[in-house]
């Protein structure tokens, strides 16, 4: 059977217009076809004869399965159904089937796409004061999820080494990019944790033009590379780091700028690193100027070498604010709970992380207008309780003027405590249930119980 052609680009932003306009529009929608029309993404949606499941009601449907609390394809399913039978709609069968495939036929590029998008719009549109000295500052970080144990996720992601095959489950490395001030994301890259090329530094690389001249990024111990440090410099961008633990700092030579706080020069690395080319290399100079400072405990590395537009005291509370985009994928990984992940192919896996960080951005939109609307930061405010208000009003018609003030005035009222110096112990009070740790194949301890009968419980 053939579909009409002409002009795809007015076919699909009217498939787009057509879903939001039905009786059962929601919020979320509303929000979804906002970023479709403004980006123009809607061209990327695929062509499809009318479904239940036609491209944007599967992404928003995928979004509300990431955002509710029970993230199962049958929750996801039995919400939908029942929203269509209140709106007293057709409804099909409360089976995940054709969900499930609707999610497979989702372009995964649009689902990243629509995240970059949402992301690079409000660190575009969060006012100056939000800025270090009307500069944006960017962080960034590496985080790993884990997903279902299947043969097609195992060969793209593999367990770690350490753990016995059979035993362990596939794991994945992601590295991201946040905007400070509205804490957005703004892209990320995601890849196995062994393997060459398979680094948080090769991660990064794939994405180095996320960053434009004048940011400022700040990143921890693992990062500030010769290389990198260079590559950023080159682009505009400065940087504020802390220092490698392999790298010596000597502060009696150099330009002395104060107390353990000087210039030096770096030289450039004799060998180069595996993943970088011969041209790459050369292209690297001879020599660098770093700026090393002491701050509490740690020493710093920058390339704002001013001591007077940079005082040692903002460089500080500048490397202090690097703890953000820990918070955020404690948010991403912990309140939304992306840190195991559902999906049983790599492809499909790939699109589902990508999901929740939308389904973050979109948060994050709220937070950030919220924000404004009350005159107050987005790291003032609480973003579990941002995603407690969100779940309410996603599945409701969209919200009259009226009823988003109160929404950001909801959102708003919770705040969060300013501990910066905040010490926890890595440690759990609860005590774990009396259960073995699985250390075998599943279907080889399934025959020792069948011959010995299951063990005795651990006290």
Known sequence: MTYPTAPLHQCQQSRVAHHASRPHHTELCAQLHAAFTASDLDETLPACRHRLFPPVATLETFIAQALDADASCQQAVNRLMLNRELHRQSSGSIRTGAYCRARQRLPGTMVADLARYLGRTLAEEVPPAWNWQGRPIKLIDGTTVSMPDTPENQQRFPQQTSQKPGLGFPIARLVAIMDLSSGAILNAAMGPVKGKGTGEHALLREMLDTFESGDIVIADRYYPSYALIADLKARGVDVVMRQ??????????????????????????????????????????????????????????TTLCSSKQAPRQQIQALYKARWQIELSFRDIKTTLGMEVLRCKTPAMVEKEAWVYLLAYNLIRQVMVRSSEWADCLPQQVSFKHSVQVFRQVTARSPLTEEERQSLMGQITTIRVGQRPDRLEPRAIKRRPRPHRLLKVHRHQAREEIRQQGHPKKLK
């Open 244 to 301: 490698h633990f392999a790298r010596q700092t000597d502060f009696q030579i150099g330009k002395r700028l104060g107390d353990k706080d000087h210039i030096a020069t770096w030289q450039k690395p004799k060998k180069q690193h595996e993943w970088m080319s011969q041209e790459a290399f050369d292209a690297l100079p001879d020599t660098l100027p770093v700026r090393e400072l002491a701050a509490g405990n740690m020493i710093i590395v």
